[in-house]
């Protein structure tokens, strides 16, 4: 049980066009999404959070309009790269968290993006 | 000082050997403790998950925790090489932040 799926899992674009990251919960309703942002060979960097039916609350030095996060329901969030630039190149990673409470976030398998 | 401290290794064991890898931590809020095992280009996989001191063990895996220490570990017996990966410990007070280690690579030898 509790897995997330994260699609799509590689994308090349070129500078300056949007892209977009679906992140769902298949088996199990999430209330708290989050997304990840990854460098080689270090942790995982909150971005933001996620709840669903409300506005995403962004952690500091992340640009809300850059990263446009959007929750519409219990099994999906999506996260918009817009206008994209070489230095958004990352590994991104989406989370869910089932229900409300102290249950642990289980991790899709991430977005390699790069930016030409 | 870090709120999590994970000695990022590397670390290396021939199969079949026990692995042992820790994290410390100084936020005493702490109440939620995780490990993590990441393959490469992948998301992390939730290994353990447990919120009182002690031990828990779930088949080759064992999670320890020592609160009044402020210490956690993983141990995995029995080694094999798919277990080569990266291990994220994560540490939660109960609202919806995570802190993370560093994470440790792990390789084992065949």
């Known amino acids: 049980g509790a897995v997330v799926s994260q699609h799509p899992s590689w994308v090349i674009c070129k500078s300056g066009t949007s892209v977009k990251i679906e992140c769902r919960s298949l088996d199990f309703q999430a209330t708290t999404m989050f997304w990840y942002r990854q460098f080689p060979k270090q942790s995982l960097m909150l971005m933001a959070t996620?709840?669903?039916?409300?506005?995403?609350?962004?952690e500091q030095g992340v640009e809300k309009d850059k990263f446009l996060i959007n929750h519409a329901s219990l099994t999906l969030s999506t996260l918009t790269v817009t206008s994209a630039h070489p230095e958004d190149s990352s590994f991104y990673i989406c989370?869910?968290?089932?229900?409300?409470?102290?249950?642990?976030?289980?991790f899709g398998d991430g977005t390699r993006l790069s930016i030409l | 000082q870090k709120e999590v401290e994970q000695d990022p290794g590397p670390l290396s064991v021939p199969e079949g050997a026990i692995v042992s890898l820790n994290c410390t931590y100084s936020n005493s809020a702490f109440q939620y403790f995780m490990w993590y095992r990441q393959y490469s280009r992948k998301g992390p996989e939730l290994l353990m998950y447990t919120y009182s001191s002690g031990n828990k063990e779930d088949g080759r895996f064992t999670a320890q925790v020592d609160k009044s220490s402020k210490y956690i570990s993983l141990f995995i017996r029995d080694s094999q090489p798919s277990d080569s990966a990266t291990y994220l410990c994560a540490m939660s007070p109960g609202n919806n932040r995570l802190a993370f280690g560093k994470g440790n690579q792990v390789v084992v030898i065949p």
């Open positions: 989370s869910a968290r089932e229900g409300r409470g102290n249950q642990p976030q289980h």
């Open positions: 996620s709840n669903e039916g409300s506005k995403a609350t962004y």
